[in-house]
């Protein structure tokens, strides 16, 4: 009734006010559509009340927006409320894209859900927003419903909203069921692909989302955008693909887009992670004026590859030029402080980062400490921080995993086993706990424990965990080729590296092997160290790849200390330089050294 009354009144108002009415109207909201402050927002709503055009929708309507550019939510909820019967899908949708767009995504789905009450239908643009709200909170259950309801409704068919449910699909870790919403899409722009290839890159599907852009080349005349290039870097970055990534960036570059900061920051990751720590310094120093985004790469990538005083200068830098730190950059630091054995000054970090510059500290900051501590011996510290982090399921996991890893490495089983009781407990389950289990079960087993590593076996069987086999990979022009852990028969021109391996080994004299903390496979024994996969990888490098090129090894899981002895020995008698990245650091081998000076 009151919605109809008022209609009835703008009818009435546009047909009879003979002119007067409407230059006022014209004005006022040419006036909020400028106005960019509170002040004048409010200036002008007090004039819209006292010429009593707040009856007609179209008024308020602009001044919700208005404030809702402001940030003022408060102000535009009351606006909207103000409204009464009058509020169309209009208003409902700018207030739910208001609330998003101000870091309030769950109420603004708390404003979808009263919609029906009120008896307004969502449209495409109030799904497609309120999808957005989903992604921002990556919220799960709401997005399948709100999926349910365009299949219901026939709006799945339009072109935004099926783009913004494979963005919500792709913000929570759901790639499979973004690629069959983008599979049934009847069109599709540059904006979907870019969201399918975000939601790969999201859910660490390198590979499809290589194969995925390569379709993208071939099917589509369109040039690919700056978002699109950031994804295929994040998934060259992903896999170690150096001549992949090196032809992304010639693409931004001719593109125009080689001073967006979101791209600089993908592409200082891409090559550190790649192993080039010189091209990712290269591309940050032509950032003309970096901001968090890229300064947090190049700390992390600094870090990664074992350069503490390059990642802590570049910290003093940055609040120098007044970047703000976030999380992600704090992160860096403390991993370059873990790795570098600055046990101190990193707790100094970790104090300052809410006392000073604002960031609270997250369990991952904590992890990070723990392994800090773990890794310089001060195991009673690490054990008294693991203790007062509230944390659940993969933080945890990889929270307890660090201690667990820290008690092996010094001989401290006591510490290891209580680790291992956390992790077999009920904040974690499944594949979040295999690598501490693991952990504990090399541990046992370098200290002569074998019932006890035995034991930790059969409660990864028992509870249907198993160990991540061991694989590595090299690039050889375009080609990747992966090995795994005593696959030799399998492997590209097995028989040549292993003669390779084997004239290796003859010639690394005083070479000790002893099985600690050897790839394997569940229930097996120990293996010769020469089959590890990082090793084969090597040997086909190494009659595959010119003589002088740095040879660049990606692995999957943590280097072992017989491979890592190895590498320092190989790199010598072959003069080459071999690079190795694995689960946690990047290897620079150089002259018969590393550059972790074996403190990782």
């Known amino acids: 009734m009151a919605t109809r009354l008022h209609r009835r009144r703008w009818c009435s108002f546009r047909r009879d006010d003979g002119g007067g009415c409407g230059v006022i109207l014209a004005l006022l909201t040419r006036r909020l559509r400028q106005s960019r402050c509170l002040p004048s927002v409010v200036s002008t709503h007090a004039k819209i009340l006292k010429s009593g055009l707040t009856l007609y929708p179209v008024t308020s309507n602009h001044l919700i927006n208005a404030y809702l550019r402001c940030g003022a939510t408060a102000h535009a909820e009351l606006a909207f409320r103000d409204m009464g019967g009058a509020a169309n899908v209009v208003s409902w949708t700018s207030l739910i894209g208001g609330f998003s767009a101000a870091g309030r995504p769950d109420r603004a789905l708390s404003f979808l859900r009263l919609m029906p009450a009120h008896g307004v239908s969502p449209n495409s643009f109030t799904l497609a927003t309120a999808l957005t709200a989903c992604s921002a909170l990556a919220a799960l259950h709401p997005g399948r419903q709100l999926h349910a309801m365009a299949e219901l409704s026939g709006l799945i068919s339009d072109l935004v909203v099926s783009t913004a449910l494979v963005g919500m699909y792709g913000k929570a870790n759901c790639a499979g069921d973004a690629r069959r919403v983008f599979d049934k899409m009847r069109q599709r722009n540059v904006v979907s692909w870019g969201a399918m290839l975000g939601a790969y890159a999201q859910s660490a599907c390198a590979n499809q989302a290589l194969e995925l852009f390569g379709e993208f080349l071939r099917l589509l005349p369109f040039p690919p955008n700056h978002f699109m290039l950031s994804s295929v870097v994040t998934a060259c970055a992903g896999l170690g693909r150096l001549v992949s990534g090196k032809c992304t960036h010639a693409a931004v570059l001719r593109r125009g887009h080689d001073e967006n900061d979101v791209l600089g920051g993908a592409l200082v990751d891409m090559y550190a992670k790649c192993g080039c720590f010189e091209y990712s310094h290269r591309v940050f120093q032509l950032l003309l004026s970096p901001d968090v985004v890229p300064f947090s790469a190049m700390i992390a990538a600094a870090a990664k590859h074992g350069m503490a005083t390059t990642a802590l200068a570049l910290f003093d830098e940055m609040l120098e030029k007044g970047v703000k730190p976030n999380g992600v950059t704090f992160l860096g630091v403390l991993h370059a402080c873990s790795h570098a054995g600055l046990v101190d000054r990193g707790l100094q970090y970790l104090a300052s980062m809410e006392k000073t510059h604002g960031v609270a500290p997250r369990v991952a900051h904590y992890t990070c400490v723990v392994d800090m501590l773990g890794r310089a011996g001060r195991l009673d510290e690490a054990v008294a921080m693991a203790g007062g982090v509230a944390a659940e399921g993969g933080d945890a996991a990889l929270l307890w995993t660090a201690l667990a890893s820290a008690g092996t490495t010094h001989g401290r089983l006591d510490v290891a086993a209580m680790a291992g009781d956390v992790l077999g407990g009920s904040l974690c389950s499944g594949r979040d706990v295999v690598g501490g289990l693991v952990t504990m079960a090399n541990g046992y087993r370098a200290a002569g424990r074998w019932e006890l590593a035995a034991d930790v076996r059969q409660e990864m069987a028992r509870r249907g965990i198993r160990k991540d086999r061991g694989c590595s990979w090299v690039e050889v022009k375009e080609a990747v ?98 690079v190795v990245r694995d689960l946690n650091r990047f290897h620079h081998f150089s002259e018969g050294s590393c550059s972790c000076g074996d403190y990782w």
């Open 481 to 578: 080729e992966v090995f795994y852990a005593g696959e030799v028969a399998s492997c590209c021109r097995g028989g040549e590296v292993m003669e390779v391996l084997q004239e290796l080994e003859k010639r690394m004299k005083g070479y000790d092997r002893n099985g600690r903390g050897l790839e394997m496979a569940d229930g097996e024994e120990p293996a010769a160290a020469s089959l590890h996969s990082e090793r084969l990888a090597l040997g086909f490098a190494l009659i595959s790849l010119p003589e002088g090129v740095t040879i660049r090894v990606m692995k999957n899981l943590r280097m072992c200390k017989d491979c890592h002895e190895a590498f320092k020995m190989i790199c010598a008698l072959v003069e080459r330089k071999i």
